[in-house]
């Protein structure tokens, strides 16, 4: 059973455009969410996270969105960059242990110049 | 401050034989989990540890298994191999109970290749 679903495998952007990938999740215990940004052979990067008595969270050129009602959650970049091109996880946690990340499968995104 | 580091970077091992994985997490962290990542499975929870004990176990059989140090640095050890460990296994560090401390960040893994 997976407890968090990221349903596009990979998504394409122009440069300088707006990129969203989005998240699922089924446990509504979740109550803390992260993405992660990561390359081939490397640790995952941290970007941003949501605490769930957020609805938004901003930090520079990404923003995460977060819709408690419909279990979902969004990674905002704007604008996209060459350098964003990478496999982007989101995360969550909160139900059996704030240290155990549940991640879904990864979205695999693509900076087109 | 120092990210977390993890060494060996890279290991190949044979079926059958145990190995032992390091990581030392960036400083005043005092907890640290460890995950596995294969193509099939994704990023999966192996087991966490703060303040030398372990709080938290993923589904994972009894092969694997970990410790944490006074000084917070753990170690991961897989006994009997099996081709299937062959995996990139990550570790990642917090400071839980601190605000903001709940993020965990991560090592650049070690990628382990059983033959």
């Known amino acids: 059973d997976q407890q968090v679903k990221q349903n596009s495998p990979s998504l394409s952007v122009q440069e300088g455009r707006i990129s969203i990938l989005n998240c699922d999740y089924t446990n509504s215990m979740f109550d803390y969410f992260l993405w992660y940004k990561k390359y081939p052979a490397e640790g995952p990067t941290f970007l941003i996270s949501?605490?769930?008595?957020?609805d938004k969270n901003e930090d520079g050129r990404f923003t995460v969105f977060l819709n408690k009602s419909a279990k979902h959650l969004s990674l905002h970049i704007v604008p996209s960059q060459p350098g964003d091109s990478a496999v982007y996880f989101c995360?969550?946690?909160?139900?059996?242990?704030?240290?155990?990340?549940?991640f879904g499968q990864g979205t695999r995104l693509t900076i087109n110049p | 401050k120092a990210g977390v580091t993890q060494t060996p970077r890279y290991l190949i091992k044979t079926r059958g034989q145990q190995v032992t994985l390091s990581c030392s997490p960036i400083s005043g962290h005092r907890s640290v989990s460890w995950y596995q990542q294969t193509p099939g499975q994704g990023l999966q929870f192996l087991f966490e540890y703060f303040s030398e004990t372990q709080r938290n176990k993923g589904n994972f059989p009894g092969r694997f298994s970990g410790r944490q140090f006074s000084n917070s640095r753990s170690e991961m050890n897989v006994s009997t191999l099996e081709l299937g460990d062959s995996a990139l296994y990550l570790c990642?560090?917090?400071?839980?109970?601190?605000?903001?401390?709940?993020?965990?960040?991560f090592g650049p893994g070690t990628r382990l290749t059983v033959l």
């Open positions: 949501i605490s769930s008595i957020k």
């Open positions: 995360a969550a946690s909160g139900f059996q242990g704030a240290q155990k990340l549940v």
């Open positions: 990642a560090s917090s400071t839980p109970g601190l605000a903001g401390g709940d993020t965990q960040y």
